[in-house]
């Protein structure tokens, strides 16, 4: 049904504190690019993009596992001095062949600013502090057992945490990691409603014997239904 006329086409929500234009699309945080930028990246929207990020990155992660931090930043600094140090003769080479005054070949990039604004820096601080605030408060609720369940949940979390590193170390946990942020988020875009309809099972389950947990736990702070 059409909009009355006099109805402004921006609608302000107080309640969801952002704004909407036609078509529910939110404006809030509208001026972030960031966030598309990650998800465009982890769903192979750009296959070069993705494939020269996810190469880069695996390679890394595999250089690491085979040598020390130390030796993989060295080689990495070395290629690309190696790099840039070869351009910069090949360069100065050919504008004494030719009798160019081309100039230096990196100019464009020298001259870029590259200065961290200290507002930039208080923005990135702040984003910092709050999530740091927030886990602060996540680990007092769970080591201080604020909910019983959700303290026993991490304690079993820990304890098959512990077999996990007796298999794998920490890069290699790094790598499987990676193959799965770029591999599990296309997968499921392609069978979302089948893996939505298992997991909402599973879901269910678990919330059921968790429920009956939670009734036969003595002291335990019932939550509020949501």
Request: hydrophobic content about 50%; proline content about 4%; some cysteine.
């Amino acid at each position: 049904m059409a909009e009355p006329a006099t109805q402004s086409p921006y609608i302000s929500s107080s309640a969801g504190g952002g704004s909407s234009e036609p078509g529910g699309r939110d404006l809030k945080g509208a001026g972030s690019p960031q966030p598309c930028a990650v998800r465009d990246l982890v769903f192979w929207r750009d296959v070069k993009k993705t494939g020269l990020v996810f190469s880069t990155t695996l390679i890394l992660l595999l250089s690491l596992a085979a040598f020390s931090v130390i030796s993989v930043i060295s080689y990495l600094i070395l290629a690309l001095l190696s790099v840039t140090i070869s351009f910069r003769v090949y360069k100065s080479v050919i504008q004494a062949v030719q009798k160019s005054e081309e100039g230096h070949p990196f100019k464009a990039y020298l001259d870029v600013d590259v200065a961290l604004s200290s507002e930039a820096f208080h923005n990135y601080v702040s984003a910092a502090m709050g999530h740091i605030n927030h886990a602060l408060k996540l680990i007092m609720r769970l080591f201080l057992v604020e909910d019983l369940v959700d303290s026993l949940k991490l304690a079993v979390v820990m304890w098959l945490m512990t077999y996990v590193g007796a298999i794998f170390n920490g890069i290699t946990l790094l790598i499987l990691a990676e193959l799965l942020v770029f591999s599990v988020p296309v997968v499921y875009e392609k069978y979302k409603t089948q893996i939505d309809h298992y997991v909402g099972i599973a879901r269910e389950q678990i919330k059921s014997v968790v429920t009956k947990i939670q009734a036969k736990l003595p002291g335990v702070v019932k939550k509020k239904a949501e």
